[in-house]
């Protein structure tokens, strides 16, 4: 089966530009997840989206953060404008169900962002 | 803010010793989850262990619950070079969103 798929793997911008990444989950999962992975440490939620609606954004930075999952199957987050700390690596992941209902989750590769 | 926490930070072992890495959380919980990353194969799912459980295997995986002292360990078996890696422990969230949240890790070198 085919996995978790993101794009694009590496990206480097300039603060104050936009930047956006794409994830397409695993056909038939309805959980979808962003996380955001600082080097040296573990990920950690932006959202999650249950079919297309949100379930959790509370550590989104909304002012400068946005995603969207159109039609319940692919997604895709944004960040205008980038800051500095937001150089990251950022996983997308998927689940059959809530995560917390005994259901593992299923990762991507990652996007590696740099922000100069 | 992370649940979580994994003990040791980082570890160092010989091929063929085992490791054994700990976790600790702060609230309840409905299961808490291991998962492996290596810059090969990404994040991968390991194991899972219900709040009701108390240990679990997996292969060369084996993973204890005490949920009375919150804490979580993985022991990993006659370890590989393969095995080197950052393993996280995950805890759910007890409320609607049921998410998970990640400690920092733990970061094991297994020498060949």
């Known amino acids: 089966e085919a996995g978790v798929a993101q794009s694009p793997r590496y990206k480097i911008i300039e603060k104050r530009q936009s930047v956006a990444f794409w994830c397409n989950p695993i056909?038939?999962?309805?959980?979808l997840y962003w996380y955001q992975q600082i080097l040296g440490q573990g990920p950690k939620l932006l959202i999650q989206?249950?079919?297309?609606?949100?379930?959790?954004d509370s550590q989104l930075p909304k002012d400068r953060f946005s995603a969207e999952r159109l039609k319940g199957v692919d997604s895709t987050l944004k960040i205008q404008p980038a800051k500095l700390e937001d150089s990251a690596v950022y996983l997308c992941?998927?689940?059959?169900?809530?995560?917390?209902?005994?259901?593992?989750?299923?990762f991507g590769p990652g996007t590696r962002l740099t922000v100069l | 803010s992370q649940q979580g926490e994994e003990d040791p930070q980082a570890l160092s072992i010989q091929e063929g010793e085992n490791a054994t890495m700990n976790c600790s959380y702060k609230?309840?919980?409905?299961?808490l989850q291991w998962y492996r990353q290596n810059s090969g194969r990404g994040l991968v799912h390991l194991i899972l262990?219900?709040?009701?459980?108390r240990e679990k295997h997996s292969g060369r995986l084996r993973v204890t619950l005490d949920t009375s002292k919150k804490s979580s360990s993985l022991l990993i078996t006659a370890s590989r070079a393969a095995d080197t890696a950052s393993y996280f422990c995950?805890?759910?969230?007890?409320?609607?969103?049921?998410?998970?949240?990640f400690g920092s890790g733990t970061r094991l070198l297994v020498r060949p």
């Open positions: 056909s038939g999962h309805a959980t």
């Open positions: 995950a805890t759910d969230a007890m409320d609607s969103s049921y998410k998970l949240i």
């Open positions: 989206f249950q079919n297309n609606g949100v379930v959790d």
């Open positions: 609230t309840s919980i409905n299961n």
């Open positions: 262990i219900r709040s009701n459980e």
């Open positions: 992941a998927s689940s059959l169900r809530l995560a917390g209902m005994y259901n593992e989750q299923f």
